[in-house]
């Protein structure tokens, strides 16, 4: 049982975007300097945690609940995948002009996604109880802080398999990020020393 103080995955999954979005705003994004790289490390983390939380939780749901399900779930993954291809480009090194190509490209797609998904937040929230809504919420969230931290190679639409390639490549990017720093911010981690 969950109270009413429980954000459901409409809410958790509107924060994510809200919070991306800001990320896009940060000037020094687009800097090829290694604040700016610590910067993109940030965004591509969240982009692909927000990724994983839709992928097991919010699309078999609108499969399940929602008038043609499996052809908007089949798009939204489709469309997900694309802007996960296309932050692979921010892995590597690239001048300023390059990077705010990229970033502007990956700020356009991921705005269509947030736009789209009002609609399928709409068409879940009139068909799903509160309740399972909330539960979805805690399961997203959970998620999330298990998920990887960069771009996957390989994202099965199956839920239960997405569930345990996102555990295991979770497990090893979080010990790779720990060890080369990656998403470490070196204006604070020099303040720390």
């Not at 990077?99 to 736009?115: C, G, K, N, P």
């Not at 309740?131 to 997203?140: I, K, Q, T």
């Amino acid at each position: 049982m969950t109270d009413s103080d429980t954000p459901s995955i409409v809410d958790v999954l509107r924060s994510d975007h809200a919070s991306i979005t800001e990320l896009f705003t940060e000037p020094r994004l687009t800097d090829p300097d290694e604040h700016g790289t610590a910067l993109r490390e940030q965004l591509v983390t969240e982009l692909v945690r927000h990724f994983v939380a839709e992928e097991q939780y919010l699309l078999p749901e609108l499969r399940e609940r929602v008038t043609d399900g499996r052809a908007v779930a089949d798009a939204a993954f489709a469309r997900d995948r694309g802007i996960e291809k296309q932050l692979r480009a921010l892995e590597h090194d690239h001048d300023a002009q390059r990077l705010a190509q990229i970033v502007a490209e990956v700020r356009t797609a991921f705005a269509a996604h947030a736009s789209e998904q009002d609609g399928e937040f709409q068409a879940l929230t009139a068909s799903t109880p509160p309740e399972r809504l909330a539960e979805l919420g805690l399961d997203a969230l959970g998620a999330e802080q298990l998920a990887p931290t960069r771009p996957r190679s390989i994202a099965p639409e199956s839920a239960a398999a997405s569930k345990v390639t996102s555990l295991v490549e979770g497990y090893l990017d979080k010990a790779r990020d720990y060890y080369s720093r990656r998403g470490v911010d070196p204006d604070t981690d020099r303040l720390a020393e």
